[in-house]
């Protein structure tokens, strides 16, 4: 959530000195070629929030999250990597969310840049806290 509470904030701080025609979407090669009002810009922000909520309940409720059939000692221990790939997809898509509706006020790249640091600081931690401690001897 803190990547997509950055860009809301540097939303509402750079609003008013948006464009009232932004550009919403992109082509394979990283050309604009769709327009629409700025507002679409809080929409974006909205989706990403519905993705996250969806994503915080699947993994606060595990049976939701679609595993093949298994018995149950295999599935607890395979749930960790499925939640693990769920919290790494958030935030992949928070940075994207986040980079379109920064791109129409972000001519130098700073704010994008503070993005990529906000993304990498959870999902360093997650990984780290996710990886199996080593016992010597085993």
Known sequence: FSI???????????????KSDVPIHFNLRGETDGFG???????IAIFNLLILVFILFALYHPKIINLPEMDEAKR??????YQLTLVVIGIIVSLLFGSITIFPFDKDGKYF???????????????ASSYPSVRKGN
């Open 113 to 127: 840049l503070l993005l990529v640091f906000l993304t990498f600081i959870p999902l360093i931690a997650i990984l």
């Open 4 to 18: 997509l509470i950055t860009y809301v904030i540097l939303l509402a701080l750079n609003y008013a000195t948006i």
């Open 76 to 81: 607890l221990k395979k749930l960790p990597k």
């Open 37 to 43: 009002d700025k507002i679409y810009l809080w929409y």
